[in-house]
């Protein structure tokens, strides 16, 4: 089993659709939790972190679900500008040293 | 701005040969790692290092070798290259809370190896 799993989509919405992607971990113990957003043909950059209390940026709710071992990601009123892939990050090691990368969920907005 | 820049975007090398990929961050961060992303496998860390001259293997070592002489400064070397060592290389540096602190990413490096 992965560390960590993700639905690779891809999801084709249009315009102004809420979509949400679901990520799952294998370490219960792990404690901290970000979303990447990595275009096409570009680097990955950080997103949002994922707090326990679960975290709100404008369109983009990101929320974590302990018992289960899950974290989301909800975009709401998608824009064609959101199109991209989806990173999900688990901070895992004894140390909390270890990010695990997900493989990440392809988004398509379409007009 | 954090910039972290990769010494080529594409890359073409035949198999035998040795390469080098260069990375340079201009944050000061202590912390730089190196990744390879395959489709459907996602970012694979390959080496990280905390400090000049200090090295730690990740989750792919095999085949690679890397060299932290100066705190900006981290290279991937492939002794000798092989066709499964084509892919995308990202290179990434952050700063010394790595549990809570962004990584920063370079361009990336498409290499072939033919």
């Known amino acids: 089993r992965k560390e960590v799993e993700q639905d690779p989509g891809p999801f084709n919405v249009p315009e102004g659709a809420t979509v949400a992607f679901n990520c799952t971990y294998s370490?219960?113990?792990?404690?901290?939790f970000f979303w990447y957003r990595q275009d096409c043909r570009k680097e990955p950059k950080l997103l949002m972190s994922v707090y326990s209390s679960g975290n709100e940026d404008g369109r983009f709710t990101a929320q974590l679900n302990r018992a289960s071992q899950y974290i989301s990601l909800l975009i709401r009123d998608s824009k064609l500008s959101d199109s991209a892939t989806y990173l999900c990050v688990v901070i895992m090691g004894e140390y909390g040293n270890k990010l695990v990368f997900g493989a990440g969920t392809i988004l398509r907005v379409k007009s | 701005d954090v910039k972290v820049t990769q010494s080529s975007r594409y890359l073409v090398k035949r198999t035998g040969e040795k390469v080098f990929l260069e990375c340079v961050q201009d944050?000061?961060?202590?912390?730089m790692f190196w990744y390879r992303q395959d489709p459907g496998l996602g970012l694979r860390l390959i080496y990280f290092?905390?400090?000049?001259?200090?090295?730690e293997k990740g989750d792919i070592p095999e085949g690679y070798s890397v060299s932290r002489e100066k705190k900006e400064r981290f290279s991937l070397i492939l002794e000798s290259a092989s066709t499964n060592q084509t892919s995308m290389y990202l290179c990434a540096s952050s700063t010394r809370r790595l549990s809570t602190e962004t990584q920063y990413f370079g361009p990336g490096t498409r290499l072939l190896v033919l």
């Open positions: 290092s905390y400090d000049v001259k200090m090295k």
């Open positions: 370490n219960s113990a792990s404690q901290s």
């Open positions: 944050m000061d961060h202590e912390n």
